[in-house]
DNA sequence: ATATTCCGGTCAAACCTTGGACGAGGCTGT
DNA sequence: ACAGCCTCGTCCAAGGTTTGACCGGAATAT
């Protein structure tokens, strides 16, 4: 493949150094020499490299005099890189769920949405799904054991919450290049909370999720790992229903994903079938922390 | 199934080329050679990739004439590996903002509300500020010249507006160790949009914002530039007001920076400002595409 | 009739080239 | 302190090419 040649209209975009400068900087210094044919000056990436960490060595205060016969070693100590210490704290305000609970016992579905809304203006993605989406589904359901709330209004707010976590989903888009993990609930398994909170997670940590929702087939998801090259297929078992088929799904699933593709699963469900599921590869998560590390070690 | 083809109009609609150009193109340097049927050219999906990278290499400051010649990969190459096998394919599809301008008009915020929610959840954060945000308030603008809307409606849809970009803003947590940028208006520049967009922008290409709003005094941003230690300090100048007296301030300001810190201004007052800023260091950017740009060099 | 496409010709704006000049800021010697 | 010199980004002029857009006329389909 032939070299990559930049006229110098494209230079100047790529280094941020203007048309002028750079004809003045060559003409003056001879900064680079770059070659020419009949259209005019044809630069080398090595120029526009060359001429990246000049215009950054100048930026922090050097003369262009003084570093223009400099090669290209010595530019890059001069402008090495400086990490910065000075963090501003973030003052993480303690949440209460108990105001969206109450919401919830009085049918207030409007200062329901009301309330998560602000909460999702005011928290970080990570945060909301941790700290507010989960404990709220726990409390809902400890509420519906105690006969406080109904089935009826269980579902409402899984329903609220999951729009809302799939929204913030959405806004996110991973950095082009990202590893990608698939993420899913398997047949049999209907709760997507999980899922939809492994998803935030994975955006949040650089790893690009395709999220494909609940119940779905073991054959259709090989199929997608198969087209999608994904790093992880990641599962959610809450374990309410029958966990031995669940598993066995998850099972045959893991047995059948191309290589280099690993299958994580996490939950409650998960945990109540360690043994089978480690037997077919599957690496088991205990929490959500757990998740976040593996996702951190994906992206690194 | 027979291959997809296009027609010229088509074309013209994907690759952001007109017609003329598109046939320009082709007379002159045989950019493609689409197959032809009794109504025209059609051209094939292939076709469509080339010219859009080709689109994309001119755009880049790349002339079409050297361009032209050049197979897909080498384009590619040229352009940036931005090319993950095209599971979301994200067509560029032209927003149309005339339904949100009809609801300004007609003082109809719930339906402004829920068709800004709609495109937040649709689309991509830049996609949305750029191609939505921008667009809309241009419009409003207009409109508001023209009569047809109120000053209060237009306060009305930038409030609107605001607290949806600042509600994106806070769901992207920047990855820890990115290099940051300081981002505000200046005092006597009260419009932030530009502002926002930036900070948005500024998250996309992996780049911390530290958003402070509208209307600071130069000595504030030096002495939160100090602590901080930004790579740049980011200001918009939309320039409604007294362009001298803001360019002054920025002027100021660019000079007390600590080394290190550069000074980024962007907008119409900017441009209006050009010498006066440039003498002071500052580096001026014409579009948002030349920030993005800048961010890049940043992050890289 | 109206709309779309075709083609070739034409034109103005943008671009690249070289070389010189201007001016703001910094350094130096008196 | 002040004049003079140097540095360096920007601007200009002049001469050339490239390129996007427009025009007019013809063909064809709705």
Redesign the interface.
């Known amino acids: 493949?032939?070299p990559?040649t930049?006229?110098i209209?494209?230079?100047?975009?790529?280094?941020?150094i203007t048309v002028d400068t750079l004809r003045a900087w060559e003409r003056r210094y001879g900064v680079v020499e770059p070659s020419r044919d009949e259209?005019g000056r044809t630069y080398s990436e090595a120029d526009v490299e060359r001429l990246?960490l000049l215009r950054r060595a100048v930026?922090?205060?050097h003369a262009i005099g003084r570093v223009a016969p400099l090669g290209v070693d010595e530019l890059r100590a001069l402008v090495g890189r400086?990490?910065?210490p000075?963090v501003?704290p973030a003052p993480s305000s303690p949440v209460t769920i108990d105001g969206l609970l109450a919401a919830v016992e009085g049918f207030d579905l409007d200062r329901l949405r009301r309330e998560l809304n602000r909460l999702?203006?005011?928290?970080?993605?990570?945060q909301l799904a941790l700290e507010v989406a989960l404990p709220l589904m726990r409390a809902v359901g400890e509420a519906w054991h105690l006969g406080k709330v109904s089935i009826g209004q269980e579902h409402l707010v899984t329903a609220e919450i999951r729009s809302l976590v799939?929204?913030?989903l959405?806004?996110?888009?991973p950095?082009?290049?990202a590893p990608r993990v698939l993420i899913a609930t398997i047949e049999g398994e209907p709760h997507e909370l999980g899922a939809l909170v492994a998803a935030l997670l994975s955006t949040?940590a650089?790893v690009a999720p395709?999220y494909f929702g609940a119940g779905l087939p073991p054959r259709e998801l090989v199929a997608a790992a198969r087209?999608?090259r994904p790093r992880a297929v990641v599962l959610s078992m809450a374990g309410a229903g029958s966990v031995e088929q669940v598993a066995g799904s998850v099972a045959e699933l893991a047995r059948a994903l191309p290589a280099g593709t690993a299958c994580w699963v996490g939950g409650a469900g998960a945990q109540a079938s360690r043994a089978a599921l480690s037997a077919a590869g599957v690496e088991i998560f205990d929490d959500f922390d757990g998740f976040e590390q593996a996702l951190a070690r994906l992206a690194a």
Not at 9 to 16: D, F, P, S, Y
Not at 170 to 173: F, G, P, S, T
Request: a positive charge; glycine letters at 14%.
């Open positions: 493949m032939r990559l930049f006229p209209r494209a230079v100047a975009k790529l280094t941020g259209r990246t930026e922090r205060g400086a990490a910065s000075p501003i999702a203006v005011v928290l970080a993605p990570r799939g929204a913030l959405r806004l996110r888009e950095p082009p290049g949040g650089g395709f087209r999608l």
